[in-house]
T-cell receptor, first 112, second 116 residues
Framework: QKEVEQNSGPLSVPEGAIASLNCTYSDRVSQSFFWYRQYSGKSPELIMS????GDKEDGRFTAQLNKASQYVSLLIRDSQPSDSATYLCAVNMNQAGTALIFGKGTTLSVSS | SAVISQKPSRDICQRGTSLTIQCQVD?????MFWYRQQPGQSLTLIAT?????????ESGFVIDKFPISRPNLTFSTLTVSNMSPEDSSIYLCSVSFTGTGGLGYTFGSGTRLTVV
């Protein structure tokens, strides 16, 4: 059974700090990894995707992937109160467009 | 990326009735996915809908309860049948696409269903 694990949180950080969100997955053949942000009552929105080992940066966000450890993380630098949301880690098995499997999500709270 | 129009955005339904949720995509897509998000929970895949074939359901979901239609490459419906309060959830459709940044997934705005 394919599983995606996340700490549910809540993760609380002060404004301007770095927030670190972690995710592990069980299926070694997983190929594509995604981080979504979901505000209460809204649908998920894509923040980052990563496919290769290493780091991928986009503005204040950095995704890190380690396939040997089956681990993917999201760092948010200079956290803002508007970053307060639930962050969902999602994985799929290949790049042919099969469905995403989601973790339970981590709730982030950024205090001003 | 594809843009999805999902409706209705919300509904309150009586137990024992059925609700059909529609998703319209602004481009042709091979696969569409239907998810359920129960209160305070993450997204759980209900089924994958391919045009021209029966949907593939995940464990715990059956066609009689959640019939899906996929008449063409831009449209799909999910029906929640014989509803009970336990079906109160947000239902989301999703499609995959390949863009300049690689593989991605877009979600509809969701249907918030309350069964009373």
């Amino acid at each position: 059974q394919k599983e995606v694990e996340q700490n549910s949180g809540p993760l609380s950080v002060p404004e301007g700090a770095i927030a670190s969100l972690n995710c592990t997955y069980s299926d070694r053949v997983s190929q594509s990894f995604f981080w979504y942000r979901q505000y209460s009552g809204k649908s998920p929105e894509l923040i980052m995707s990563i496919y290769s080992n290493g780091d991928k940066e986009d503005g204040r966000f950095t995704a890190q992937l380690n396939k040997a450890s089956q681990y993917v993380s999201l760092l948010i630098r200079d956290s803002q109160p508007s970053d307060s949301a639930t962050y969902l880690c999602a994985v799929n098995m290949n790049q042919a467009g099969t469905a995403l499997i989601f973790g339970k999500g981590t709730t982030l709270s950024v205090s001003s | 990326s594809a843009v999805i129009s999902q409706k209705p955005s919300r509904d309150i339904c009586q137990r024992g009735t059925s609700l059909t949720i529609q998703c319209q995509v602004d481009s042709q897509v091979t696969m569409m996915f239907w998810y359920r998000q129960q209160p305070g929970q993450s997204l759980t895949l209900i089924a994958t809908a391919n045009q021209g074939s029966e949907a593939t359901y995940e464990s715990g979901f059956v066609i009689d309860k959640f019939p899906i239609s996929r008449p063409n490459l831009t449209f799909s419906t999910l029906t929640v049948s014989n509803m009970s309060p336990e079906d109160s959830s947000i239902y989301l459709c999703s499609v995959s696409f390949t863009g300049t940044g690689g593989l991605g997934y877009t979600f509809g705005s969701g249907t918030r269903l309350t069964v009373v």
